[in-house]
């Protein structure tokens, strides 16, 4: 597996640029961490590579195919993005499991792994899987979201602060986990970044339009 993001550009509503050039590489089981202060389009991004924003410029490939070789629905089964706070949903947690499932994009890939023993090792009782989702706490969707992504095995995981409501002993279970995947993570937590990042870029505030020396990235 190899993801290649070349020169990827995202204007604002103003016209001026959120972000710009913004270029990376992953492959197999490397986890990339993004950081930078708020509102320098940090979520964005990944919801640009998962093919739920627009963005005006840049190249997105994974296997060398693109997003449209693939087929939108198919590449967001392959490049799977999981939101800090998932939406609150009619049901429970095994509903959306099992509708989710049904979809002809996930039967197809048929590589699907039980995300209850996921969960299992992030001390999430199996009971609360049947349980609506309003009736659980932050944390607890966190973690049955993330486990519900993992089981699908996507070739890339976008993680938008995974660990933002979890203890610190479970954070540390779900990173060892994620070691398994490849990973494009948003942190503000520099010691997980540390601990889990293989590479590293923190985006800045673009704000000049004109001056195409302006730097937004390091890496």
């Known amino acids: 597996m190899h993801l290649e993001i070349e020169r990827l550009c995202k204007l604002k509503a103003d ?3 959120l ?4 270029s990376l590489s992953l492959k197999d089981k490397e986890i990339l961490s993004i950081s ?21 410029e840049g190249i997105i490939y994974l ?14 089964t392959r490049v799977m993005y999981v939101p800090q706070r998932a939406p609150i949903m009619p049901g ?21 792994v039980d995300p209850i023993e996921l969960s299992q090792q992030w001390n999430v009782r199996d009971e609360l ?11 607890e969707i966190q973690r049955i979201s993330l486990a519900i ?10 993680l938008d602060e995974p660990t933002s409501a979890l203890d610190p002993d479970t954070c540390l279970l779900v990173e060892e986990a994620l070691k398994e995947y490849a990973c494009i993570l948003v942190t503000h937590n520099p010691e997980q970044e540390r601990r889990i990042a293989t590479t590293s ?16 990235m390091d890496i």
């Open 92 to 112: 429970t947690p095994m509903e959306f499991y099992t509708k989710m499932l049904s979809f002809k994009q996930q039967r197809t890939r048929n590589c699907h």
């Open 149 to 158: 992504a993992l089981s699908c095995k996507p070739d890339v995981l976008l």
């Open 15 to 17: 016209g001026t640029f």
């Open 129 to 139: 899987w049947d349980k609506e989702w309003n009736q659980l706490s932050g944390g």
């Open 63 to 76: 296997d060398r195919k693109t997003p449209e070789d693939y087929g939108i629905p198919n590449w967001r």
């Open 201 to 216: 870029i923190r985006l800045r505030h673009y704000t000049n339009i004109e001056d195409n020396a302006d730097v937004l």
């Open 36 to 56: 930078g202060p708020s509102g320098v389009g940090k979520t964005t991004l990944l919801k640009c590579i998962a093919q739920l924003t627009l963005y005006e």
């Open 19 to 22: 972000f710009r050039d913004v």
